[in-house]
Every structure is written in structure tokens, then in C-alpha cells.
């Protein structure tokens, strides 16, 4: 029986492939945390790998956060991704580990200023946002390093491209939350009986993809080994910026209708992801969102 390294076990999608990994027949799994397995280190990284013998790597394990976060942090953003994975790679390459699975995020595609849809083929066809560009840039560089070492040393390499992940272990209130984290934050310590404002163009869209969903389609793609390296693997559908908060606002038993939007900033035009291939390759049902979120919710209640 092959066995599967995940990187990041702790994080918010590593998580999710843990609990779903209970009920996979054909794999053994370990979950090193960061203690455990600094991918920062070569050597720390080669020694983890001589003793675990892993077959196949899943590799969820990266710095990221808010936008803000891009600003602060540019060089630590750029630097760890890059760090992390050339070292998990070679050590991969030199123990024989031919199987890897990168986690990639639809950060590192194009701004395009037509909207066009984010496909595969699209994603390095121009500039990234400069508003992420550190991070997508390093993300960007996974990319052709899987194809560096698929070509030198004939490994399988795979990018499979998230887009925004929410679920059990997603970040609230650290630093490094995005919208939808810092939004259940925001609602969830409002008192109930206060107005409920949120900064922000309402009618801005965003992709959310369920860490369930987006667990039990990466080892879905382990037991396929399909053809295509580059997949998008997220959910498609979107929703406003005022969807999310009326939702969560219902969940969280407050009225959603007494929510307020005093600055229509700019509305952001955010592209949809296009998911065929993934369609071709598996015939998937994704979490509504209403049932994602409450699943979400009954985690963050408990975190106090």
C-alpha cells in the first residue's frame, strides 16, 4: 500500500485531507507538523523523507494571507514558497518520489482587463495582479519548477489550482485571513442587537471552494494520475460580497436584512475560474454554500 506525505496537515486544507483520508482504502497517510517536518531546512527535509518513505507527496504547506499581508511581507511571502518547494522537490528527486501534487492558487493567474475566464492555458499568458504579486509570482514559479524537474528527471508533477478555501482550520482574526475569514470574525463578535456594517462594494464577487470538497477531489486525482499537470480544481460558482454577509448573518441568528454598506467602494471584477478539465476527469458534486459555512460555523464556535 502506497503511502501519501501531506504538508501542511494543520492548515485549514491539510486538515481536511486528514479527516477524509479515514475513509481512503488504498493509501496510508502521515501528517508532519511544522516541527515535524521543516520544509525551510534541505537537510531537516531529506532526513524526514529517508524515514517516512512516502510514495506520493501532497503539498499544501505554504505562506500566504491577506492582501495586506503581500505589503508586509513581500520577501517572506516570495522566499518561503520557493524555499519550501525546491527543497521538497529535490529531496523528492533524489530519494525517488515521482509522484507530487502542488497545491497552486488562482492568485498566480493573469489580471486580464477583459474578464476572460481563468484557464489553464491562460496562466502565464500575461502579468499577475500587482495587488498579489509576490505571492502569485511564487506560486507561478511552482509551476515551472514541477515542469523543470517533470523534464530533467521525468517525475509527475502536478498543480492543482485552488481558489479561495474556507472550512474547519481556515484563518480568523491572525493576520492572514482574507474576506470571507475576517467577515465570520467580524459578524460573530458583533453583539446582535448592533447594526452590522461592513466596508466594501456589496456587489463584489468572490469563488469560495469547501476544504471537503477540495480534499476529496485532490485524492480523487492521486488514485487517477490523469494526463493534464495543471488543473483547476476549485468551485466556480460565485457569490456578492452582500451574499456571504447575509448567509452568515442567518446562521449566526441575526438579521440579514439589517446590514449596511456605507462605502460603495469600487467594485472589484473578479474572473471566474474554469473548471472542464476537472469536469472531464470527475463527475463532482461541491457543498452548497449554506451547508460549507454552518459546518464552518459550528468549528469557529468552538474556538473560544
Known sequence: MKKILVTGGSGCLGSAIKLVSL???????????????NLLDYNLTSKFLEISKPSIIIHTAAFAGSASLNQTSPVDIF?????MTMNLLKCASNQNIWDIFLINSIAAYPHNADNTDFTESAFHSAPASLRDQYYAYSKRMLHILGQAYSTQYNMNIYNLVVNGIYGPKMHINDGKEVMLG?????????????????NGNPNTLREYTFSKDLANIILSLVELKPQEKLINIGNTEQHSIREYAEILSALFHRDPNNISFPDLAAEITYQRTNNDILKKLLNYKFTDLKSGLSETLNWYRNLS
Open 23 to 37: 475513509e481512503a482504502q488504498n493509501f496510508t497517510f502521515v501528517f508532519p507538523s511544522s516541527k515535524e517536518l
Open 182 to 198: 475576517a467577515l465570520i470574525n467580524r459578524i460573530g463578535r458583533i453583539p446582535k442587537d448592533e447594526p452590522l456594517v461592513i
Open 79 to 83: 522566499e518561503n514558497n520557493l524555499v
